[in-house]
């Protein structure tokens, strides 16, 4: 095993959803306050990302995003853009309180860079980068830790597509078999254990959306399972 591929929300990020997509609906709408259409801008948010997450076109997600929300906005993409540059680097931060931070998560990445694992955070490339510096700062952690992340503005695809999980394999010189994935969506992050690929489930946040089906992972556990299990490699 070369490499370890994280999640970020839920898995290296504690968080509760819930909580996080009200704060983060309600910090946008204040971001374009002075924007006729206010109303309209937080929905359309969410209808633009799930056409993001389902186009496969070989187009960075930025540009799937922001030309669907163009389409169905009454100004130009690159007003939009603006304004959400802004607040990423500023009104993203109210939605902190929704999240927390995990000490045994923060002592197993430490532990797993010390032994020189590539580590890698395979998160669903729908939000910018700042937000993926700002979130994980939120985890405890820093992005020197970190060899690569994906994100909105450089990817193709996403979760749970395999042309996703391809992609950052690709990019960092990896086959399936040489990486171990841990995330808490048993969809979304335990899909590329068909591509040959290790998984572990964090079982602290996990999202499930088939309860009834058998959960087909290599390894599963809490935070402190996955601390005592890195300290083994």
């Given amino acids: 095993m070369k490499a370890i591929l994280f999640d970020l929300d839920g898995t290296l990020l504690p968080m509760d ?11 946008v709408s204040e971001a374009f306050y002075d924007f006729t ?25 930025f540009d ?6 163009e389409m169905h ?18 009104g ?8 927390s931070s ?12 010390s032994k020189g694992f590539k580590l890698i ?4 490339p729908v939000f910018p980068m700042a937000a993926n510096i700002s979130r994980i700062r939120w985890a405890g952690l820093t992005i020197e830790s970190f060899d690569y992340i994906t994100s909105f503005e450089e990817n193709h695809y996403c979760k749970p597509h ?31 254990k068909s591509l040959g690929a290790k998984t572990y489930l964090l079982e602290d946040h996990i999202i499930n959306r088939k309860p009834d089906e058998p959960i087909d992972t290599d390894f599963r556990g809490t935070y402190h399972d996955f601390l005592q299990f890195v300290k083994s490699l």
């Fill in 121 to 124: 955070i395979a998160t669903n």
């Fill in 162 to 192: 395999l042309k996703f999980y391809k992609e950052v394999l690709e990019q960092n010189g990896l086959e399936a078999e040489d990486v171990l994935m841990v995330g808490n969506d048993v969809q979304e992050d335990l899909c590329i």
């Fill in 73 to 90: 906005m009454p100004r130009a993409k690159e007003e939009y853009i603006k304004r959400f540059n802004e607040f990423y680097i500023e």
């Fill in 92 to 99: 993203f931060e109210k939605v902190k309180s929704a999240t």
């Fill in 17 to 27: 959803i819930e909580k996080f997509i009200y704060l983060y609906g309600k910090s």
């Fill in 102 to 113: 995990s000490a045994e998560i923060v002592e197993a990445v430490d532990i797993l860079k």
């Fill in 37 to 61: 259409e206010v109303d309209r801008i937080f929905p359309q948010v969410m209808h633009s990302v799930k056409d993001t997450v389902m186009n496969t076109e070989k187009k960075k997600n």
């Fill in 64 to 69: 799937k995003f922001f030309d669907h929300f």
